[in-house]
């Protein structure tokens, strides 16, 4: 395998061990959040899975003070705030955008304070930009098989759930006549959000973390005609953004004089082109078809 | 931060006579700064130390109000410059003081204001300069003592002299060891020791900055430590992060030596001459019997 690494410019790449641990939870996390992003577009909860990342950043930030694994510290926080929001089931949409930011806001506020302990009293350097728009390259390689088991265990619970959330999604009332049961599956998809949302946040930030998780979606919902094309579609956008960003920001080390710019910048970035991409191509293929895009789904 | 100092000042006035309450204040913004003028000064100047923990984010900084009067009162104020100390400046213009003058160090020593390396006082010509100049601005607010003054400057560049020797004995029997670092911190001082740094400049910034380090830096930093082509591995134990902890744990698992080193004067225990004495023999320690000091015992 290493007889790759003598392939001039890009053989660096492929052999240098932070590139390697970016590579691999990078992939992880654009994986699920393509997946877990899908049913979350469809569900209208992209706000929801924005706080959910904001409240994670408080982990992360409690995480240095703790001496703990960072990505434990955003899931703990992801979790418990997907558990109160879910817990605290509001119907009304008004209702519930008011509690998200309610939520939020406290998430970042948290996470304020003990960036600011961080700084004071552990005199960890740089905690700020790692945890709110993430530091790919300093990934410790201890963290690649926690991450791969997380982006694991999130798949699982995705792929468990994947039917009955779909028609739960398009149609409450179909759903239960089914005989499904919407609020086990919708806690599941919480905590699968829960999981999708730590990732992100460990590779591009928690602040950041939405791009990764709504954009590729997005983007896919878009064009795509069927769930499973959109799915497809999703996981490809998110895959290539991320590597994508990755490469480039390793580029970046021989365009700028040896410093590179964050990889966050490039991975979002290569995301919003996406975006702009496949909003061209629907709004050209909607002169000549008719079709309803997914996307377009009614609530409840 | 502020009980570190009182203890400080308590075991300086152990040895020293009491300061009258008319002495004129020196405010050293660093702990090491206000080391020197405290030895150059008192005890017929009251000397204060602002920042003990430079790590501490400049932004994240609350002035509090007893800091505020501090600065109101004080007739010399020494800064590092070089952005190291950049959130004084507009607390000393806040509180102006006609006969007030502020020393930065960075213009004292005529450096570039592009500076990358902030950490001036590693530099063996930094501190004598310093008491120097301190001395000469302790002359103009209080000429009576200006002799006792230039005596304590003098007095404080001799006591330099086992320093300079551990540096010179250093670089006659050890120039040229090749040394890996995390953050700029004690460059000066392995320089002036003939060590030559292999960590790339870059990857130093980024992380005293908490930037973004470039993927082909660290790359180069771990196959420093994973070849053995350093002699030793010399680390800010002040301040960590997860990429420093993880380099930690390479050199020891490689069996390079390790060396932590202080961004501000560890306390109680130490002046800035012990402080610097410390580095230097544990630097030697390390290349000349792979001998490993995380920290400076008291």
Request: net charge positive; proline share 6%; charged share 15%.
């Amino acid at each position: 395998m290493d007889s790759i690494c003598t392939w001039g410019h890009m053989g660096g790449f492929w052999c240098n061990q932070p590139v390697r641990v970016a590579l691999a939870v990078g992939g992880g996390a654009a994986l699920v959040c393509a997946v877990v992003g899908l049913s979350t577009v469809m569900r209208r909860q992209a706000f929801a899975g924005h706080a959910l990342a904001d409240v994670s950043g408080a982990g992360g930030s409690a995480s240095y003070l703790l001496g703990i694994n960072p990505l434990f510290g955003f899931l703990g926080m992801a979790a418990a705030a997907a558990g109160v929001m879910e817990w605290a089931q509001v119907r009304e949409a008004r209702e519930r955008d008011l509690l998200t930011g309610v939520v939020l806001g406290a998430g970042l506020g948290l996470a304020a304070l003990l960036l600011y302990l961080d700084m004071t009293v552990r005199n960890v350097s740089g905690a700020a930009i790692t945890v709110l728009f993430g530091s790919m390259f300093t990934i410790p390689p201890s963290i690649v098989p926690v991450a791969l088991i997380v982006a694991a265990a999130a798949l699982g619970a995705s792929a468990l759930i994947f039917r009955p959330l779909l028609v739960s999604t398009l149609s409450i009332d179909l759903a239960r006549a089914q005989g499904a049961r919407v609020r086990t599956i919708a806690r599941i998809h919480a905590m699968a959000l829960a999981l999708a949302v730590s990732l992100a946040a460990m590779t591009v930030g928690a602040i950041l973390s939405t791009a990764l998780l709504i954009g590729p979606a997005a983007a896919a919902l878009q064009v795509a005609r069927r769930p499973a094309s959109a799915l497809a579609l999703a996981v490809l956008i998110g895959l290539a953004a991320t590597w994508g960003g990755i490469a480039l920001a390793y580029q970046s080390y021989y365009w700028t004089p040896g410093r590179g710019w964050p990889v966050s910048f490039f991975i979002v970035m290569l995301i919003v082109c996406a975006y702009l991409l496949a909003s061209a191509v629907a709004r050209r293929r909607s002169g000549s078809s008719a079709t309803a895009p997914l996307s377009g789904c009614q609530e409840h | 931060m502020w009980a570190g100092l009182a203890g400080y000042v308590a075991l300086a006035a152990g040895c020293a006579p009491q300061a009258n309450h008319g002495a004129p204040m020196a405010i050293g913004v660093e702990s090491q700064y206000a080391n020197v003028l405290w030895q150059v000064g008192a005890p017929y100047v009251t000397v204060r130390a602002i920042e003990t923990n430079p790590n501490t984010n400049p932004h994240a900084f609350e002035a509090s109000p007893a800091v505020a009067r501090e600065i109101a009162r004080a007739s010399l104020i020494v800064e590092n410059g070089l952005g190291y100390d950049a959130w004084i400046k507009p607390l000393v213009a806040a509180a102006p003081k006609p006969d007030r003058r502020v020393l930065v160090v960075r213009r004292l020593l005529a450096l570039p204001a592009d500076t990358v390396n902030p950490h001036l006082w590693y530099d063996p010509r930094t501190m004598p300069a310093v008491a120097r100049a301190a001395a000469a601005a302790f002359a103009a607010m209080d000429p009576a003592h200006a002799a006792y003054f230039a005596a304590n400057a003098r007095r404080f560049d001799a006591s330099l002299a086992p320093w300079r020797a551990q540096i010179a004995a250093f670089r006659k029997r050890y120039a040229g060891t090749a040394v890996a670092v995390t953050e700029p911190v004690a460059d000066l001082l392995l320089q002036a020791a003939g060590c030559r740094i292999r960590t790339p400049m870059a990857l130093q910034l980024a992380l005293m900055n908490g930037t973004d380090p470039a993927p082909q830096d660290v790359a180069a930093e771990q196959a420093l430590l994973r070849d053995r082509s350093v002699k030793v591995f010399v680390y800010n134990q002040q301040v960590t992060d997860a990429l420093t902890t993880s380099l930690l744990q390479l050199a020891r698992a490689e069996h390079i030596p390790v060396v932590g080193v202080y961004e501000t004067m560890p306390q109680p225990g130490y002046d800035y001459q012990r402080w610097m004495l410390a580095e230097t023999q544990a630097l030697r320690a390390a290349v000349a019997h792979g001998l490993s000091t995380a920290t400076l015992g008291r």
